[in-house]
């Protein structure tokens, strides 16, 4: 979740897919990808709804992060107002998305940090009042994608092989994951 322009559909395209698009259109409503990635001896299963960040589609959001298991918030580190417009973000969450929701938040576009607006310190002071990971990324470079979404994978707990029955062989979505729990 994030305003419209800060790069929330290319960090998608870039960890789902591998691909950035330099003229890629906006999003409406919402969008979804799925992908599945190895964490210690499980397999996470992301189940990814890329919202729209303009400011009509504003009240959909809601719908999408609840019963989430993890939120990406992305910020543009080129772009002051992106990054209070996060802490909204962040403070909607916390009122109407689950209770124990993993937050991650996501400064990117950092190869123009040249023209950075955004210090690292302020997102990472920030992260750290809310409990939320954080990560500087470049959808366009391909930097930190994998990292910020690993990270998430490290903060979903890990799975009882007796709670399943499954005898230590590996499951593909989280008891607490179900189909319904999606990363915004």
Known sequence: ??????GKSSIVCRFVQDHFDHNISPTI???FMTKTVPCGNELHKFLI????????FHSLAPMYYRGSAAAVIVYDITKQDSFYTLK??????????????????????CDLSDIREVPLKDAKEYAESIGAIV??????????????????????????????????????????????????
């Open 1 to 6: 979740v994030a305003d419209t322009g800060v």
């Open 29 to 31: 409503g919402a969008s």
């Open 49 to 56: 709804w890329d919202t729209a960040g303009q400011e009509r």
């Open 88 to 109: 909204k973000w962040v403070k909607e969450l916390k009122e109407h998305g689950p209770e124990n929701i993993v937050m991650a938040i996501a400064g990117n576009k």
């Open 135 to 184: 990560v500087e990324t470049s959808a366009k470079n391909a930097i930190n994608i994998e990292e910020l979404f690993q990270g998430i994978s490290r903060q979903i707990p890990p799975l009882d092989p007796h709670e399943n029955g499954n005898n230590g062989t590996i499951k593909v979505e989280k008891p607490t994951m179900q189909a319904s729990r999606r990363c915004c």
